[in-house]
Each structure stands twice: as C-alpha cells, then as structure tokens.
Nanobody
Framework: QVQLVESGGGLVQAGGSLRLSCAAS????????MGWYRQAPGHERELAAA???????NYADSVKGRFTISRDNAKNTVYLQMNSLKPEDTAVYYC?????????????WGQGTQVTVSS
C-alpha cells in the first residue's frame, strides 16, 4: 500500500508564492513519476507538473515559467514551488505517484490540498 501526504496549500494574494510538499510512503517502485494535478470547480482534473525519478519534467503550458517541480528520491518526496500565482491557479492540488511494472499500472493519489489565490 502506498500513502501520499500533502502539505503547503493555503490562501495567497495574486502575485504571491506557495510551496507544496508531498511525501510518499509504502511499497514504491524505484522508477516512478511523481507529480501534481489540480482540479478547479467545474473543471476536470489536469496535470500541473510531473517529474520522473531520472529528472525529466512535464509542465502544463499554463504554469510554465511560474511553477517549478523538484523531488528528493531518497525521501520519496516531491515539491511544487508556485510563484506569480494567479486567481486561475485556484484549485485543489493532488499529489500523484505512478509507475508501470511487469505490465501492470500502479497509480496512487493524495487527499488533495486547497490552493486559493485572491485577486
């Protein structure tokens, strides 16, 4: 079983910054992708940023240049530094870890943390 514990959400004014953290524990395959998805009211969940164990990253176009994802593989922890926040960044942010092994997909989610950006 894998557990993801998120922290760092909150309320911030437009132009401000927040840093999200997510610590994973349990039986985690060494080669995986950890990332952050977000879901705003009335919208589908979407990828914000993700990073593989080897350091490859993927960002949504809407956050490029403002958000930076990083991870500590030894701690199975992923971070999301969010700068120049905009009201449209308001959403519940979910941590995710996934990998594929021996033909089977493994996909785990955190409980979500609210990020609210006021104008």
């Amino acid at each position: 079983q894998v557990q993801l514990v998120e922290s760092g959400g909150g309320l911030v004014q437009a132009g401000g910054s927040l840093r999200l953290s997510c610590a994973a524990s349990g039986s985690i395959f060494s080669f995986n992708t950890m990332g952050w998805y977000r879901q705003a009211p009335g919208h589908e969940r979407e990828l914000a940023a993700a990073m593989t164990t080897s350091g490859s990253t993927n960002y949504a176009d809407s956050v490029k240049g403002r958000f930076t994802i990083s991870r500590d593989n030894a701690k199975n922890t992923v971070y999301l530094q969010m700068n120049s926040l905009k009201p449209e960044d308001t959403a519940v942010y979910y941590c995710n870890v996934h990998w594929r092994r021996l033909g089977k997909q493994y996909d785990y989610w955190g409980q979500g943390t609210q990020v609210t950006v006021s104008s």
